[in-house]
């Protein structure tokens, strides 16, 4: 029986790429939303929508209850769960079933056999599957080793520990989060590959025994063991390795009686040896990769094994590359500190279709005016290219994310570009450390001329001002024109210049000169060098593009203001979140550096430190408490330095 209307139970990129399918099956679709995400793109492009009340996570997106009586109300026949949130939760599964309707992914008790992590080792074991053995009490000999969460993945509850001494604090701070972030708080040690890579097979099965490895993936690159740059095929693997990951991957899906999309993931070492390291039953967020080499739309597969269709015998081959880069709203030079606020611009300039295509492609869960909120995950947008090979693929990515309009809140754009251009990356010399390896080369100030960046901006300002200056714009000599802005490294810059009968005239700037200026744009030349700058405003907030990235600024009152100084020793929030725990006391003698409280932000845990060597005066956060942006938490006495 074909479905007629499905419902989304999740948010974002994911809910707009299964409607996306929907749109072009001619099946009608409803979404659920959050009191924040009510605006949402997802919750416009649905044929309806169904309120689930409140912000949380854990009120909304995670109440399976409300999920499936909104289904019923809206009339659905099938439920989607997308990724995240309850796409491997084997109750709602049932909960799905037992309502009478369709459950888009494996049988429950298939995503119950693979929901702990533990478990599921025993299973494959059991099965030949190569797998990495729990340690039940780590000795000094096991170090480095892996703290991880039995019933959860996305980087929640993981934590690496290099001395003995660490483990008993970090696995009680692993447990308190994977109890609330999957409710339940048991976790396991493993042995760390430092040096490992993170390779995937992608799966797919039927009701009527077929089941196909869909090709491969390399998902190494990866920050607080969450993936970050993503290719489809792994790259560099021998025939016989690929072969025998396959029928691992393929092995276990059978141990388990799967149905429908899935992915088995594997730790590939050093010495070519692969363990297996965990099944997640449902879509992945990097699927689209292997949508690219392969031609096949993953979705509408996973809705026809739903409707009792039988799969070929064989997928089809893999050809060319893809890879994908997923663009959070975080600063990776500020330890991936995510950033909040309102997404004023996200556009890709180059030529690009909405989550189809083997060009480029962006899936998305924002667009322009979009506001990013801490209750969720920091992902913004994945960007995928195709190309015959990897080479041109990483530089087709690369120019793809350069050129991008992302006027908002900071994000990992500069990262993704360095790493895709990076020459171990293009090398293959891929690891789970690769980020934190090259991290001085990643994350090191970006060398952009910001001083003609801001140049540009004060003349798009005078422009919107007084209307486009021609080149000849003149101007008293004796009053040069002053702007200061402030860069996203805390610089501040004043910009003096000159528009004159002979022309502009930059203090900072000799041989520049203003071809035209427009509120949008500014064109100058730089000896013989003709540069294009497109300029946005938004409120003080100054956004300067060129072909090479972005560049942001927050436009500053000419003179300063000297109330706006602050105690060196205060401590703001950097972000809105909810305090999980303190660990520090007032009347403590604390060192830079030290943690002293975390925050819950976007899906993950944040240590908030001492600024200073000092002791702690102050403590105004305490465990529950919800903080904005700029509270103030704490204050630390600098210790007085010997003369």
């Known amino acids: 029986m074909l479905i007629t209307n499905l419902l989304v139970a999740n948010r974002g990129e994911i809910a707009r790429r299964v409607f996306r399918t929907c749109r072009e099956l001619g099946i009608a679709t409803t979404a659920v939303h959050s009191d924040p995400d009510a605006g949402a793109p997802h919750v416009r492009e649905a044929d309806a929508a169904v309120r689930l009340p409140g912000a949380a996570p854990v009120d909304t997106y995670l109440r399976g209850d409300l999920i499936v009586r909104a289904a019923l109300a809206a009339g659905a026949d099938a439920v989607h769960p997308g990724y995240g949130f309850l796409s491997e939760d084997a109750d709602f599964a049932r909960a799905v079933l037992d309502a009478g309707l369709r459950w888009i992914g494996p049988p429950p008790e298939a995503i119950a056999a693979m929901g702990s992590k533990t478990a599921a080792k025993r299973l494959m074991a059991e099965a030949g599957v190569p797998v990495l053995g729990a340690l039940a009490e780590p000795v000094e000999a096991d170090l480095p080793v892996l703290v991880k969460a039995a019933a959860g993945g996305g980087g929640r509850g993981m934590r690496v520990v290099r001395t003995l001494a660490e483990l008993p604090g970090e696995l009680a701070a692993a447990r308190a989060e994977a109890a609330k972030a999957f409710g339940s708080d048991e976790v396991f040690c493993e042995r760390y590959l430092p040096s490992g890579r993170h390779v995937e097979v992608q799966l797919l099965a039927d009701a009527h025994g077929t089941v196909w490895a869909v090709g491969d993936r390399d998902c190494s690159l990866q920050r607080r063991h969450q993936k970050v740059i993503e290719e489809a095929p792994a790259p560099g693997l021998p025939a016989e390795l690929r072969a025998a990951l396959h029928e691992a991957a393929v092995g276990a899906a059978r141990a388990i009686g799967y149905v429908g999309a899935g992915t088995a993931e594997f730790l590939l070492a050093e010495d070519g040896r692969f363990y297996f390291l965990e099944m997640n039953t449902r879509l992945q967020v990097e699927h689209p990769v292997t949508e690219a080499v392969t031609g096949l739309d993953l979705v509408a597969l996973q809705l026809a094994v739903a409707e009792g269709e039988k799969l070929p015998d064989a997928p089809p081959a893999p050809t060319g590359c893809a890879i994908e880069a997923r663009l959070y709203a975080e600063d990776p030079a500020q330890g991936w500190q995510p950033a909040t606020g309102t997404l004023h611009a996200i556009e890709l300039t180059v030529p690009h279709e909405e989550f189809t295509g083997r060009g480029v492609r962006l899936d998305s869960g924002v667009t322009g005016g ?274």
Do not use: C
Request: charged share 25%.
């Open 370 to 643: 979009s506001e990013i909120t801490p209750h969720y995950d920091a992902m913004l947008a994945k960007v995928v290219v195709w190309a015959p090979t990897r080479p041109a693929a990483a530089r087709r990515l690369a120019d793809a994310l350069a050129r991008a309009r992302i006027h908002g809140p900071a994000t990992n754009r500069e990262l993704l570009v360095r790493a895709l251009r990076h020459p171990a990356f293009l090398a293959e010399r891929l690891h789970t450390g690769f980020l934190a390896e090259h991290a001085a080369d990643l994350t090191a100030p970006d060398g952009k001329d910001t001083a003609r960046a801001a140049l540009a901006a004060a003349l798009a300002d005078a422009a919107h001002r007084r209307g486009a200056l021609p080149p000849g714009w003149r101007n008293l000599p004796s009053q040069p024109q002053v702007k200061r802005y402030r860069a996203a490294d805390g610089a501040e810059l004043e910009v003096r210049y000159r528009l004159t009968r002979d022309g502009l005239r930059a203090d900072d700037h000799p041989g520049t000169s203003l071809l035209t200026a427009a509120a949008e744009q500014v064109v100058l030349r730089e000896g013989t060098l003709r540069r294009t700058y497109r300029v946005a405003r938004y409120g003080d907030r100054v956004y300067v593009d060129t072909p090479d990235g972005g560049t942001a600024f927050t436009a500053l009152p000419r003179f300063p203001d000297p109330a706006a100084h602050r105690d060196p020793g205060a401590l703001l929030a950097p972000m809105p979140g909810t305090v999980v725990r303190t660990t520090a006391a007032v009347g403590d003698t604390v060192t830079a550096g030290q943690p002293l409280l975390v925050l819950e932000a976007m899906k993950m845990e944040h240590r908030v430190t001492a600024p200073a060597d000092g002791t702690l005066v102050e403590l105004r956060a305490a465990p529950g408490q919800q903080v904005d942006l700029g509270t103030l938490l704490a204050v630390v006495q600098p210790a007085a330095h010997p003369a």
